[in-house]
């Protein structure tokens, strides 16, 4: 068996369970404490995920900080798993589970950045959103690819699911492609009272990109544990 779990095989489900719940928890939590302190709606289409933490209450916000590094913890329970199978397997594909660890911490520490960084340091902000993309596409496809690989059964339930994962990267390789991020500094303006305001439309492209790349992620995340859970149920 790659993964040392025998004497709790349903831990992957409750790791995928609680990854699921803790997002949630983050989202709902600072959707709330959000609007709240600003006073207007929320909208993960219009609003960055660092906005989400309110700058007039330290108190509220710090607390929604550690929810979101509950979620990250638990999220690099998919690394030590992948990285485990490198000590286990006696067998090329032990790389694939390698790289597929390296490459979600990677992923993890660039999800965290994004998420604290304020989108006026531009020129990072983007560098992070492409470098957040990049890694997302590839541990999405690697750990998926590895997933099915290791499966005995080409046709198991666990190997569906490494194959979803894998999908599910394609799909935001595809997103990546889109023409609206070439627009992404267009933003609406009016005349008022003989004065210009600025305001975001609402679809604002690089703020709803940043949170369909974290939902994606949490989607590829509960599906991997899922697939570990599987695999070692043998299934």
């Known amino acids: 068996m790659i993964f040392t779990l025998e004497t709790l095989p349903s831990l992957p489900f409750v790791l995928a369970g609680s990854l699921l719940f803790s997002f949630l928890l983050f989202l709902f939590s600072g959707r709330?404490?959000?609007?709240?302190?600003?006073?207007?709606?929320?909208?993960?289409?219009?609003?960055?995920?660092?906005?989400i933490f309110p700058k007039e209450n330290?108190?509220?916000?710090?607390?929604?900080?550690v929810m979101y590094l509950i979620y990250a913890v638990i999220g690099l329970g998919l690394v030590y798993l992948f990285a485990s199978s490198f000590f286990v397997l006696p067998s090329p594909l032990t790389s694939l589970g390698l790289v597929a660890a390296l490459v979600l911490l990677a992923r993890a520490i660039v999800s965290f950045a994004l998420i604290l960084l304020p989108a006026y340091y531009h020129k990072a902000?983007?560098?992070?959103?492409a470098l957040g993309y990049s890694l997302s596409v590839v541990s999405a496809i690697v750990s998926g690819l590895f997933i099915v690989r290791i499966n005995s059964q080409p046709i198991g339930v666990s190997s569906v699911f490494g194959f979803v994962a894998e999908a599910l990267?394609?799909?935001?390789?595809?997103?990546?492609?889109?023409?609206r991020f070439k627009d992404w500094v267009n933003y609406s303006a009016k005349e008022e009272n003989g004065e210009t305001l600025v305001s975001r439309p609402r679809f604002f492209i690089l703020a709803a990109g940043e949170w369909f790349l974290y939902l994606m992620n949490v989607a590829v995340d509960v599906i991997?544990?899922?697939?570990?859970?599987?695999?070692?149920?043998g299934l």
Not at 125 to 129: E, F
Not at 224 to 233: E, H, K, V
């Open 224 to 233: 991997l544990y899922i697939s570990i859970g599987l695999y070692i149920l």
């Open 58 to 65: 330290k108190k509220e916000s710090n607390i929604l900080k």
């Open 32 to 51: 709330f404490v959000s609007e709240k302190a600003n006073k207007e709606p929320y909208s993960l289409l219009r609003d960055f995920p660092f906005e």
């Open 125 to 129: 902000h983007i560098k992070l959103d």
């Open 169 to 179: 990267g394609l799909i935001l390789a595809l997103s990546m492609l889109s023409p």
